[in-house]
């Protein structure tokens, strides 16, 4: 192994284990937060069937977003997003 890469993952563990007893503040921390699937859907007016359908996915996994049982994670939680800031244009795209 590369002596500088091995120099790294030694200092690269040494901080984690800083960090875990509080002797070292975390970096950068970026949390993006999904918004509320069933104030989107509304913002849409569209029922469950007709928004699940529009952005392919169970009607099922749809009415556990809304009521909190799971959260969307990637492209779904992306298709929301941009459903939430635009949807006028969302659903002109998405009909086509």
């Known amino acids: 192994m590369d002596k500088t890469l091995l120099e790294s993952l030694k200092q690269g563990l040494k901080e984690a284990v800083a960090i875990r007893h509080g002797e070292l503040a975390l970096g950068r921390v970026t949390e993006i937060s999904t ?15 007709e928004f699940a359908q529009l952005i392919g996915v169970k009607v099922a ?36």
Do not use: C, F, Y
């Open 35 to 49: 918004p509320d699937a069933k104030t989107v859907r509304a913002k849409a007016g569209l029922s469950q069937n």
């Open 61 to 96: 996994t749809l009415r556990n977003w809304e009521q909190h049982r799971r959260h969307p994670t990637g492209a779904a939680a992306a298709l929301l997003m941009i459903v939430d800031k635009e949807p006028e244009a969302a659903l002109r795209a998405l009909h086509s």
